[in-house]
């Protein structure tokens, strides 16, 4: 009687390693983000005015910048993709990964400003212009994510998310210029072009930490974007070895 030959099972191939660019990346990132926080919490003197609340500053302003940042991306990549010489998904995925890179650094950023705010007005929130239409970005770029996930022909989704993304970003600016156009319980930046209002190890530990933020925002995006490319692939065994590795990175 005759048997069936048994094959031998297929070994799963090992989870891929992230590219040595955006490793390093990841790993200067976090590491300035570290010494960011250890400068900023023990080696800078308090402020004259603010006293030990300017600690939160080393952290505050980054975030914010990397949010515009992200949304410029997210902006510039969209509007790409709608120009027909450049139309390519590689724009579409790259504008969706860092509008969600953005959408987390902006809600730190209204958490940490909070968490200023209370002892320095007396309240966790107020409608102040610019709280209000930093609110009003992270929910335009919520109703943008949300737009990107509904069902449809892949050309169909990135074009409607590409305008949705070119209308969102139209509050970006008006963010930050709200402390100058209208009147604002915000201090104005402490950094603008020829002009600073910080010196010495504070403002080297200010710089410090737009430096390693943005670098993580690079390896977030980065990670996100290998993500987005696997499912529009639709290899879903490698996008379940990609999502191990970032486990096992992450412990």
């Given at each position: 009687m005759l048997t069936?030959?048994?094959?031998?099972?297929?070994?799963?191939a090992p989870p891929r390693r992230s590219p040595p660019l955006l490793a390093l990346?990841?790993?200067l990132g976090i590491g300035g983000v570290l010494a960011d926080v250890v400068l900023g919490l023990w080696v800078t003197p308090p402020d004259v005015y603010m006293h030990n609340l300017v600690r939160l500053l080393y952290i505050h302003p980054p975030m914010a910048f990397v949010s515009f940042l992200a949304y410029g991306v997210s902006?510039?990549?969209?509007?790409?993709?709608?120009?027909?010489?450049?139309?390519?998904?590689?724009?579409?995925?790259?504008?969706?990964?860092?509008?969600?890179?953005?959408?987390?650094?902006?809600?730190?950023?209204?958490?940490?400003g909070s968490i200023w705010g209370r002892p320095t007005w007396g309240a966790w929130w107020v409608w102040d212009p610019l709280l209000t239409t930093t609110a009003l970005?992270?929910?335009l770029y919520l109703g943008y994510l949300a737009i990107r996930a509904v069902p449809g022909d892949p050309e169909v989704r990135a074009r409607r998310s590409a305008i949705a993304a070119l209308i969102a970003f139209i509050d970006v600016p008006v963010v930050y210029f709200s402390v100058q156009w209208w009147t604002s319980l915000h201090q104005r930046p402490s950094l603008t072009a020829g002009k600073t209002y910080v010196h010495g190890s504070m403002l080297y530990t200010l710089l410090l930490g737009f430096v390693a933020f943005a670098l993580v925002y690079v390896w977030l995006v980065g990670h996100r974007y290998r993500l987005a490319r696997l499912v529009d692939e639709g290899d879903e065994q490698a996008l379940r070895r990609e999502l191990e590795a970032r486990r096992r990175e992450g412990l």
């Open positions: 069936a030959e048994r094959r031998p099972p297929v070994a799963a990346a990841g790993a902006f510039l990549s969209s509007l790409g993709y709608l120009w027909p010489r450049t139309r390519s998904l590689v724009l579409d995925r790259l504008a969706g990964a860092s509008a969600e890179v953005g959408v987390v650094f902006t809600a730190l950023t209204l958490v940490t970005l992270l929910v």
